[in-house]
C-alpha cells in the first residue's frame, strides 16, 4: 500500500501534523509503537494557557491550576512566588493525547497502533518502511517519512541528523502526597539531587500529585537514585508518600542544526523541539507540527521532495525559535556550571519583594528568556554574577573554535 505520508510516532506532535496534512487531502499513515496513544506517560502535564490555545481541543482535561511555586536552593533558602492569574495548568495527558489522535482520524489520517516501523529503502519517488506487529509484517511506501518517534529517534539516524547536546533522563511518579496548597508546586535545585537539572512535585489535588526529577545522562548514578535522595532530603514535603505508579522518560537539549533529509522532515522530540530550562516539549511540538505541516504540503503540492526544498522546514523553525531556543541554552550552561553556595546565594538575593514581584510579572515557562533577561539586571551583584557566567559561556565558545 502506498502513503502520500507516513508520520512514524503517535505522540502529540506526530498526530497534529498528520492532522493538518490530512486535512489537505493527502492519504496519511501513523505508526504508533505502543499499544494506546497516549500511553506510557512520560510528561509531568503542567502546560501554559499559551499551549491550551495551540492545541485548540474541547475542555474537560484540565485538572487544576497552578498559582505559583516554592524554589529550594541546596542549602535550604526558598524562593516563593505567586500570583492571582494561574501561570500553568496540570492536564491529563493521556487523555491530551488521545484527543489529539482523535482528531488526526477524523481528518482522515489513519492511525495504527502496537506497530514498530522501520524506514527501508529510498527511491526516487518514494521510500519504503516496514511495519511489524503481533500480525506479522509488512511493507509499504510513502512519498514522504516524518519522524516523530521521540528522542531516540530511529528516523533521526537514519537521515544522519545531528545528536542533541545533552540528554535529560527523568524519574517520576504520580502518587498519594498532602498538599496543603494545591495550586503551588515545588521545585527543587542541587548536585547532590537533580545535577543538571532539578526536582519537582506537582499537585494534581490536596492528596495527589506528580513528583519527579531529571538529571543529565552524563552522570554516573541511575536515575532513581537521584529520586531517593530528593525524598530523603525533603521529609516534610514528602511525609506519608506513596507511590501509585512510576513514570519517566527522556529529553533531548539542544538545537539542531538539521531537521530534514532525502524525503524526511523530524518534528517533536525527534527535532530537539523541547525547552532547555524546563525541558517541556508540547507547546514547541505542536508549533513545529504546524512549520512541519506546512513544508509537508507544500512539497507534496509541488511534487518536489529534495532535501533542498524541505530545507525551509529548518529556516522556518530557526525564524520563529532559534532565538530563544539559543538563549535558553546559554542561561543553561550558566545554571551547569552553579556550585551549591552560589544557588543558595542567589536564590537568597532574589528573595526580596521587587525580585519576587519581577519572577510573577514576567515568568513565561514558553519563553523564559523574557524574565532571564530582566533577572540578569538585578542589582550591581546579580549583574556580576550573570556577566560572569556569560564570560564562562564566551570562554568556553572561544575554546571550542580553537
Known amino acids: 500500500m502506498n502513503y502520500d505520508v507516513i508520520v512514524i510516532g503517535g505522540g502529540p506532535a506526530g498526530c497534529e501534523t498528520a492532522r493538518l496534512i490530512a486535512e489537505k487531502g493527502y492519504k496519511v499513515l501513523v505508526a504508533e509503537e505502543h499499544r494506546k496513544i497516549g500511553e506510557p506517560i512520560q510528561c509531568a502535564g503542567l502546560v501554559s494557557l499559551r499551549t491550551l490555545?495551540?492545541?485548540?481541543?474541547?475542555?474537560?482535561?484540565?485538572?487544576?491550576?497552578?498559582?505559583?511555586?516554592?524554589?529550594?536552593?541546596?542549602?535550604?533558602?526558598?524562593?516563593?512566588?505567586?500570583?492571582?492569574?494561574?501561570?500553568?495548568?496540570?492536564?491529563?495527558?493521556?487523555?491530551?493525547?488521545?484527543?489529539?489522535?482523535?482528531?488526526?482520524?477524523?481528518?482522515?489520517?489513519?492511525?495504527?497502533?502496537?506497530?514498530?516501523?522501520?524506514?527501508?529503502?529510498?527511491?526516487?519517488?518514494?521510500?519504503?518502511?516496514?511495519?511489524?506487529s503481533?500480525?506479522?509484517?509488512?511493507?509499504?511506501?510513502?512519498?514522504?517519512?516524518?519522524?516523530?518517534?521521540?528522542?531516540?529517534?530511529?528516523?533521526?539516524?537514519?537521515?544522519?541528523?545531528?545528536?542533541?547536546?545533552?540528554?535529560?533522563?527523568?524519574?517520576?511518579?504520580?502518587?498519594?502526597?498532602?498538599?496543603?496548597?494545591?495550586?503551588?508546586?515545588?521545585?527543587?535545585?542541587?548536585?547532590?539531587?537533580?545535577?543538571?537539572?532539578?526536582?519537582?512535585?506537582?499537585?494534581?489535588?490536596?492528596?495527589?500529585?506528580?513528583?519527579?526529577?531529571?538529571?543529565?545522562?552524563r552522570n554516573k548514578h541511575p536515575v532513581s537514585y537521584y529520586f531517593n535522595r530528593m525524598v530523603d532530603a525533603y521529609p516534610g514535603i514528602f511525609k506519608d508518600m506513596n507511590i501509585v505508579r512510576r513514570t519517566g522518560g527522556v529529553?533531548?537539549?539542544?538545537?539542531?542544526?538539521?531537521?530534514?533529509?532525502?524525503?524526511?522532515?523530524?518534528?517533536?522530540?525527534?527535532?530537539?523541539?523541547?525547552?532547555?530550562?524546563?525541558?517541556?516539549?508540547?507547546?514547541?511540538?505542536?508549533?513545529?507540527?504546524?512549520?512541519?505541516?506546512?513544508?509537508?504540503?507544500?512539497?507534496?503540492?509541488?511534487?518536489?521532495?529534495?532535501?533542498?526544498?524541505l530545507s525551509e522546514y529548518q529556516w522556518l523553525w530557526e525564524r520563529e525559535m532559534a532565538d530563544e531556543i539559543q538563549t535558553a541554552l546559554d542561561h543553561r550552561n550558566i545554571f551547569l556550571t552553579m556550585t551549591d553556595k552560589e544557588m543558595d546565594t542567589l536564590i537568597h538575593f532574589f528573595r526580596r519583594p521587587l525580585w519576587q514581584g519581577i519572577i510573577s510579572k514576567y515568568g513565561d515557562i514558553d519563553y523564559p528568556s523574557r524574565l532571564a533577561g530582566r533577572l540578569s539586571f538585578a542589582g550591581p551583584w546579580a549583574e556580576k554574577f550573570f556577566m560572569a557566567g556569560f564570560k564562562k559561556i564566551m570562554n568556553y565558545r572561544s575554546a571550542a573554535r580553537a
Open 251 to 309: 529529553v533531548p537539549i539542544g538545537f539542531l542544526s538539521r531537521i530534514y533529509g532525502e524525503k524526511t522532515l523530524l518534528v517533536g522530540d525527534a527535532a530537539c523541539q523541547t525547552k532547555p530550562i524546563s525541558g517541556g516539549g508540547l507547546y514547541l511540538g505542536l508549533l513545529g507540527a504546524k512549520l512541519c505541516a506546512k513544508v509537508a504540503a507544500k512539497a507534496l503540492s509541488k511534487g518536489n521532495l529534495d532535501p533542498e526544498f
Open 134 to 217: 503481533g500480525g506479522g509484517e509488512t511493507t509499504v511506501r510513502t512519498r514522504l517519512l516524518i519522524g516523530a518517534d521521540g528522542a531516540n529517534s530511529r528516523v533521526a539516524r537514519r537521515i544522519n541528523a545531528p545528536v542533541a547536546e545533552d540528554v535529560i533522563r527523568m524519574s517520576a511518579a504520580e502518587v498519594e502526597l498532602n498538599c496543603p496548597e494545591k495550586d503551588m508546586v515545588h521545585i527543587f535545585l542541587g548536585r547532590a539531587i537533580a545535577p543538571g537539572w532539578f526536582g519537582w512535585v506537582i499537585p494534581v489535588d490536596e492528596r495527589h500529585a506528580r513528583v519527579g526529577l531529571g538529571v543529565s545522562v
Open 53 to 132: 490555545k495551540a492545541a485548540a481541543l474541547p475542555g474537560g482535561m484540565n485538572i487544576s491550576q497552578i498559582h505559583g511555586a516554592y524554589v529550594h536552593s541546596p542549602g535550604g533558602e526558598v524562593l516563593s512566588f505567586r500570583d492571582r492569574e494561574a501561570y500553568a495548568f496540570v492536564i491529563d495527558r493521556s487523555e491530551f493525547d488521545r484527543k489529539l489522535s482523535e482528531r488526526a482520524q477524523a481528518a482522515g489520517a489513519e492511525i495504527l497502533t502496537g506497530v514498530r516501523a522501520s524506514v527501508g529503502q529510498f527511491f526516487p519517488a518514494e521510500a519504503s518502511v516496514k511495519l511489524k
